[in-house]
């Protein structure tokens, strides 16, 4: 079982909300609700930059405003941030079933490495993938590929699980199975029911069903 993180398995959202406020903050703009970011903030920077400051990736500044954002989220990046309910009991089904289960993300290596450290998940998951520059982003598949591949298993044999098109867009170029679950930050681009999933589930307790 392979999984996105934000907005798959562990609600961010308020802690990547909080981190662009403090963008804001720093030019004197007051803080926006977290209503606003909760859409995109599977989109990491691109998204919470855009909407905090509408500021495209192309901008000149925008480099500069995504170090800041990062540095700010970075030092408090488990504040709020929680495992959506349900999701730790799908977990531990797993784990009694000897099923190994890990975690591909766009999120940037190091800080995955932190935010999984905090919620004490990293000793837990068999495999954790963030970005890097040794692996490309979704939509590319290598990311899933490359945890198959660490897991010892064939892509066929592995499920992905994500709240974002990109997440099925990757999968089925890798030729993995793919469910995708409508809890986290979907509401952006197209419908879930036109990503072309292999499975929509509605909520985290459906996820222990996946390896009945």
Known sequence: MLFDLDGTLVDTAP????????VR????MPPLPLERY?????????GLLGVALDLKPDHPDFPA?????LAHYASRIALDSRLFAGVDEALRHYESRRIPWGIVTNKPQWLTDRLLDELRLTRRAAVLLGQSEAVKPKPAPDGLLRAAGLLK???????YVGDDQRDVAAARAAGMPVVAVAWGYVGYGEPIEAW???AILQ??????????
Request: net charge negative.
């Open 15 to 22: 802690d990547l909300g909080a981190a662009a406020n403090r």
């Open 25 to 28: 903050a720093e030019f004197g």
């Open 38 to 46: 909760r859409p995109v903030a599977s989109a990491g920077a691109r």
């Open 65 to 69: 405003r995504r170090d800041s954002f």
């Open 153 to 159: 298993l064939d892509a066929a044999d592995c499920v």
């Open 196 to 198: 072309g999933a292999d």
């Open 203 to 212: 909520s985290p307790a459906e996820l222990a069903g996946l390896a009945a």
